[in-house]
């Protein structure tokens, strides 16, 4: 096979060793394999060795985080370095140690066979590293709000059942009354504000309950990490809002689509940035998002179209963002999704949905566009004939007679 890289190497990294293998030009390649700590000062002392070597271009594993410092000593140095989905390389079975597994890297990556993932560049990678961050901080929070609800339904509290929210004003007045020793119904339902005291009755049976001791010092420390929670989401938002800065025009533009929020775009830009040239069309951004059917046919036989696996983070801001835009009136993603949920159920539908906002977002970013919605009526402009046709068909099985004339 042709030598791409005549100068390379290959890193078989772990938690705490890395093993290398370098190859060098001349007939098949001079080897050399070395093994160092994870620790930085051997990582630096790999780093020289590889420079003294004339080492050009470097592949990994996408090993768990383990490559992250790997990466980012190479990076400083100027060391070409690529990120290798592990499925994609994997050798022939047998005979596996770390040594043979760095040296496969290594012959792979001198015949150019390896494609690196995307890894963006460094102040990209705090960026999102703050905003995935931030999410697992909110979904600690709706956990523990989770564990707060069964707390109270341990108690024969029914809240829940009136207030749209445990964590809203009245409520959390009423559950700090309750902190502080008072358990009658009455006073209780008293706290309520604005709208919620047309509801006075409703809240005085859901707030008659057995509450003892424990119940009311977990509903005290489970209140207290809420707050702290949010707390830290607070300060997590203003940094990553300082950061979003350069990015203001492109999260302002995702916010327009339906379904996406502020917060949605900031994790959708965190994920796959604003330049779009990295992608050469929307199917390969689909594809590395995984919000596309997958491919697999063998002998003529069409198998499992599941889309995989992919960026979880962006998957799941995305069909959330369907989910949402699903229920936005009036909306072009709204007709999509109930056109497709009566043939293929709803989750296929989010999916296919998730995928049109992906598409929207990057025709937005690479030519600099404004999100233009195609109407409610999109599917019934493009075929009125046959939606005519029946219903027309329709009608006369219900035993009407039925002529259709366009209107003028």
């Not at 961050?133 to 989770?146: D, F, K, L, N």
């Not at 607070?234 to 533009?253: C, G, H």
């Not at 949605?264 to 330049?275: L, P, T």
């Not at 949905?353 to 195609?374: F, K, P």
Request: aromatic share 6%; net charge positive.
């Amino acid at each position: 096979m042709e030598v791409v890289h005549a100068r390379c190497g290959g890193l078989d990294v772990h938690k705490k060793t890395i093993v290398v293998c370098v190859i060098t030009s001349g007939g098949r390649g001079k080897r050399e394999i070395r093994t160092y700590s994870s620790m930085t000062e051997d990582l630096r002392r790999m780093v020289k060795w590889l420079e003294a070597k004339g080492i050009t271009h470097v592949a990994m594993e996408s090993t768990g985080s383990y490559w992250k410092p790997v990466f980012n000593l190479l990076e400083e140095s100027g060391i070409e370095a690529i990120v290798v989905n592990a499925a994609h390389i994997k050798a022939v079975p047998g005979r596996k140690t770390d040594v043979r597994d760095a040296e496969w890297i290594a012959e792979l990556m001198r015949h150019g066979l390896l494609r690196g993932s995307f890894i963006p560049d460094r102040e990209h990678r705090e960026l999102r590293e703050l905003v995935r961050y931030r999410r697992s901080v909110v979904q600690e929070r709706s956990r523990e709000i989770a564990r707060l609800q069964k707390v109270l339904e341990g108690a024969n509290i029914k809240l829940d059942s009136v207030v749209s929210s445990v964590m809203g004003k009245s409520s959390r007045r009423m559950l700090e009354r309750i902190i502080q020793g008072h358990d009658d119904p009455e006073d209780l339902a008293g706290l309520a504000l604005g709208r919620l005291r047309t509801k006075k009755d409703e809240l005085v049976k859901a707030l008659d309950g057995l509450i003892g001791p424990h119940q009311r010092f977990l509903l005290e420390e489970q209140l207290r990490h809420i707050q702290e929670l949010e707390d830290r989401i607070s300060r997590l938002t203003q940094e990553i809002e300082s950061r979003m800065r350069p990015f203001e025009a492109a999260v302002d533009a995702i916010d327009e689509i339906p379904g996406i929020g502020r917060i949605g775009a900031q994790e959708i830009i965190a994920e796959i940035g604003v330049d779009m040239s990295r992608f050469p069309t929307h199917g390969h951004l689909a594809s590395w998002a995984k919000v596309c059917p997958g491919n697999n046919e063998s002998a003529g036989k069409r198998r499992s179209g599941r889309s995989g696996r992919g960026n979880p983070w962006l998957r799941s801001t995305l069909v959330e963002a369907a989910w949402a835009a699903a229920r936005t009136k009036d909306s072009y993603l709204r007709a999509q999704y109930y056109r497709l949920k009566s043939r293929r159920g709803a989750k296929r539908a989010a999916l296919a949905v998730a995928h049109s906002i992906l598409v929207a977002i990057y025709y937005m970013l690479a030519d600099g566009t404004a999100y233009q919605d195609l109407g409610a009526d999109f599917f019934n402009r493009l075929s009125t004939d046959r939606i005519a046709r029946y219903h027309a068909r329709r009608l006369k099985d219900l035993g009407f007679d039925v002529t259709i004339t366009k209107a003028a």
